[in-house]
C-alpha cells in the first residue's frame, strides 16, 4: 500500500540557548585556550571596554626550541574567574560575539589536540536536552557552524607546528610551569 504523504526526516542543529554556562568559568581545565593573535586582539578588546584590569592569560600548549634557549607559544590559556569579561549579564549576550576566539564559536565542541579528540561539553543546555540525538547523530551536521570553528583552529595548530619545525628543526613540548617567561616567543611573530 502506498502512502500519499511525503516523509521528510528533520534534523535538529545546534541553537544557543543563552543559558551562560559557556562564559562562566570555575575550573582550569574550563578555561578557553587561545592563539596568540587572538590573545593580543582580546587585550585590545578590552582595552577599548574599559575592562583591561580583568583580562589575563597563560602559556598553554610550548615548545622549547633553539637548543632550549627559547619558548615558542602556540596556545594561551585565558585565565577567567566567574563570568568573561566580555559576557553582558543583562542581554545574556556576548560583547564582541562577531570576533569571538575560536573555542568560543566552536563551543559546545572542545578540541583537544594532544590527544586528537573532539569533546562535546555536557555543561551546555542544549547538548544536556539533546543528548541522545547527538549520540545518533553526525556531529558536523549537528554542529554546522561549530565545526567549521573548530576545523579552522585544528588547521591552524597543525601550521604553527610545522612552522616551528620548520624553523628549528626538532621540537620539545614543555609544560607550561616549566616556562621561562622571559624567553616567551609567540608562534605568529616567528
Same mark, same amino acid.
Given at each position: ?65 633553539? !637548543? ?6 602556540? /596556545? %594561551?590559556?585565558?585565565? #577567567? ?6 559576557? @553582558? &549579564? ?54 554546522? !557552524? ?6 579552522? /583552529? %585544528?588547521?591552524?595548530? #597543525? ?6 619545525? @620548520? &624553523? ?23
Amino acid at each position: 500500500m502506498l502512502f500519499p504523504y511525503r516523509c521528510i526526516v528533520m534534523s535538529k542543529t545546534f541553537t544557543c540557548l543563552r543559558c551562560d554556562r559557556c562564559c562562566y568559568f570555575v575550573c582550569e581545565q574550563e578555561l578557553p585556550i587561545v592563539f596568540p593573535y587572538e590573545k593580543r586582539f582580546l587585550i585590545e578588546k578590552a582595552r577599548e571596554l574599559g575592562i583591561s584590569g580583568k583580562i589575563s592569560f597563560k602559556p598553554y600548549e610550548v615548545y622549547r626550541v633553539n !637548543e632550549g634557549r627559547e619558548y615558542v607559544v602556540v /596556545a %594561551y590559556k585565558w585565565i #577567567i574567574r566567574g563570568y568573561c569579561p566580555f559576557y @553582558d &549579564k543583562t542581554s545574556r549576550a556576548c560583547k564582541i560575539h562577531q570576533v569571538k576566539p575560536l573555542s568560543c564559536r566552536m563551543y559546545p565542541l572542545i578540541l583537544n589536540v594532544t590527544h586528537n579528540a573532539i569533546h562535546v561539553s555536557e555543561a551546555c543546555c542544549w547538548v544536556r536536552n539533546n543528548l541522545n540525538y547527538i549520540l545518533s547523530s553526525n556531529p558536523a551536521d549537528v554542529f554546522q !557552524e561549530e565545526i567549521k570553528a573548530l576545523l579552522e /583552529a %585544528y588547521i591552524l595548530f #597543525i601550521n604553527y607546528i610545522n612552522l616551528i619545525k @620548520d &624553523k628549528y628543526g626538532d621540537l620539545e613540548k614543555v609544560p607550561p610551569e616549566h616556562v621561562k617567561y622571559s624567553k616567551l616567543i609567540d608562534v605568529d611573530k616567528l
